[in-house]
């Protein structure tokens, strides 16, 4: 990009925003270049997404609407709308280059005044970075852990000049900048894919940092109140936590009003003739989804308003069904339970499964002992679905995660009235039929100790229903499952919420956005060189 057009570029943002901090201003210079802007006239085509790794909600708003109305970024007055950074006292008149800059930094001990809105204006030290490291940033290329390492000790050195206790909001703000301007090196992703907002498992390496530095001076009777940064679920009051966990995840998790083409009348009609279809067995599958997708107004109201899942079953049978349980996940989520879940695993199973087979299994014995289980019960079973299997399987392992709280075993022939429901999880669960998921050619789903699908006949079939209960039946994920169901959510179904949680919260227990557990896992793929 010319300077000149990054000089323009610099004035269309300063003209809606003209006291925002340099160092943000260069991040939103960078953002832009990475996504292919070169221009003024690209600027059109910039969306509030694109801008959110660097900016605020309201000012990536302000932006997009400006831009969007004239092509030239004519600037809104800010006598109408004044801007929602803080202002500093001596905003600077240029914008120096990330290389060219030096962070603002107060004496060693960090003793000395700051200015409360310190990050804004904080220089990320690029300059000081390894030139090893500096080459694989510039030619977007993922740095060595050890590298990466490096860079985090650098920049957390920085960060503890200007302020001796940064928080966690303060880090992530830091590693979100980071992230915009080498998004290639550093973002988190697995073949390709960006997890979650991409930034994550840098704050986290950050905040881990700065709290090792500050550990020494910590005191050790006094415990620190954690400081507030708004990401946790414990910011929510009680009685919201359960609705926000409900939520979690959802784009479309209560619908205010019927649609204009339905009444009562026509979705209880609606509704009759689905329980219909279910018990003839003799039906249209696109027929019976479009009835799904009409009808997902009332079915909302019932499972919100706390409806059994014994007297959901009887009401809205094709709720538990393959192809009506994908309807009614995807107007949910918007999400397509089997054809996302596919996709992912095509493009990121094999490369997961060399991972935790030559790497994790030398290190976990948990794993190591897992597969050499699966060589003997594998067998003859190849392909998609045994991989899936094992995939499954390892995670669990890897995660210390218990293999009961998934799955229950009953005999090759057991029938759904014979099932021992009071053995079971309330939590969702497959029921195998037979003794190894590799063997076996039948599988059920129970939910609340209820048997509510008792011929699923592909493993494949009855994992995404056991994953798309939780979201379609307000259930969070049990704390002995929280990680490789996170994992999953995150890395194969493609939900990526930056607040909340799904996990069933425990009082007085931190609830943090990203299990750390994921978090390192993800990162450890995406630094994983393999053939």
């Known amino acids: ?6 000089q323009r570029i610099n004035s269309a943002i300063t003209a809606v925003f003209p006291d925002l901090p340099v160092a943000v201003l260069n991040s939103v210079v960078d953002t832009l270049k990475a996504l292919g802007a070169e221009t003024t006239d690209d600027l059109q085509y910039i969306t509030e997404g694109d801008l ?42 240029s914008s120096p280059s990330p290389a060219s800059t030096t962070s603002t930094s107060s004496s060693p001990g960090g003793s000395s005044t700051f200015h409360p809105d310190w990050v804004d204006n904080f ?3 690029w300059q000081k970075l390894p030139e090893e490291l500096l080459q694989s940033l510039e030619r977007q290329k993922r740095p060595s852990p050890r590298l990466r390492r490096e860079m985090i000790r650098i920049v957390a050195s920085e960060i503890m000049k200007v302020c001796s206790n940064p928080t966690k909001r303060n880090t992530t703000e830091i590693g979100k900048r980071m992230v915009a301007k080498y ?15 991409g930034y994550h498992s840098l704050a986290k390496q950050l905040q881990a940092r700065v709290d090792n530095v500050k550990r020494p001076n910590t005191p050790k009777i006094k415990k620190r109140k954690p400081a507030s940064d708004g990401y946790d679920t414990e910011e929510v009051p009680a009685k919201q936590k359960a609705s926000v966990q409900d ?18 009348d026509s979705q209880q ?43 959901l079953t009887q009401e809205w049978p094709f709720l538990f069904n393959e192809a009506g349980m994908a309807a009614h996940f995807q107007e949910l989520t918007g999400v397509s339970l089997m054809e996302c879940f596919l996709a992912n695993v095509d493009k990121k199973c094999r490369r997961l499964l060399s991972f935790l087979k030559s790497v994790d299994a030398p290190k976990h014995k948990q794993v190591q002992d897992a597969f050499i289980k ?21 995670l669990l392992a890897h995660f210390g995660e218990k293999e009961e709280n998934l799955f229950h075993y009953v005999d090759t022939t057991c029938l759904a009235q014979e099932v021992l429901t009071e053995k079971l999880p309330a939590i969702p669960c497959i029921i195998v039929c037979g003794s190894s998921c590799f063997t076996a050619g039948t599988f059920m789903l129970s939910i609340d100790q209820e048997v509510v699908n008792d011929h699923i006949t592909s493993f494949i079939h009855a994992f995404c229903l056991l994953f798309g209960s939780y979201y379609c039946f307000n259930i969070h994920y ?54």
Do not use: H
Not at 74 to 89: L, R, Y
Not at 191 to 196: A, I, R
Not at 271 to 291: I, V
Not at 374 to 394: A, H, K, N, Y
């Open 1 to 6: 990009m010319a300077e000149s057009e990054i």
């Open 52 to 93: 959110l790794p660097v900016l605020k909600p309201v000012q990536a708003r302000r932006l997009v609407v400006s831009w969007a109305q004239n092509n030239s970024a004519a600037p809104i007055p800010t006598s109408v709308c004044p801007s929602p950074v803080s202002i500093c006292s001596n905003p600077p008149a």
């Open 123 to 125: 220089q990320i030290p």
């Open 183 to 197: 998004p290639k090196s550093l973002q988190d992703v697995i073949e390709g894919d960006v997890v979650g907002p």
């Open 247 to 264: 939520t979690y995840g959802c784009v479309n998790w209560e619908l205010k009003y019927l649609p204009l083409s339905e009444t009562g």
């Open 269 to 311: 009609e609606k509704k009759e003739k689905l329980k219909m279809m279910f018990q003839e067995m003799n039906y249209n599958t696109d027929d019976m989804k479009k009835l799904v997708q009409s009808t997902f107004y009332t079915q909302r109201k019932d499972i919100n308003k706390g409806t059994s899942i014994r007297q």
């Open 374 to 394: 699966f060589q003997t019960e594998r067998g003859q079973l190849d392909g998609c679905s045994g991989d899936i299997i094992q995939m499954v399987l390892l």
């Open 478 to 531: 049990p704390v002995e499952l929280r990680s490789t169901l996170e994992f999953f959510q995150r890395c194969f179904f493609s939900i990526n919420p930056e607040r909340g949680t799904k996990v069933q919260w425990k009082k007085n227990k931190k609830v943090l956005p990203v299990n750390p557990r994921v978090l390192t896992l993800i990162a450890d793929l995406a630094d994983y060189e393999w053939t």
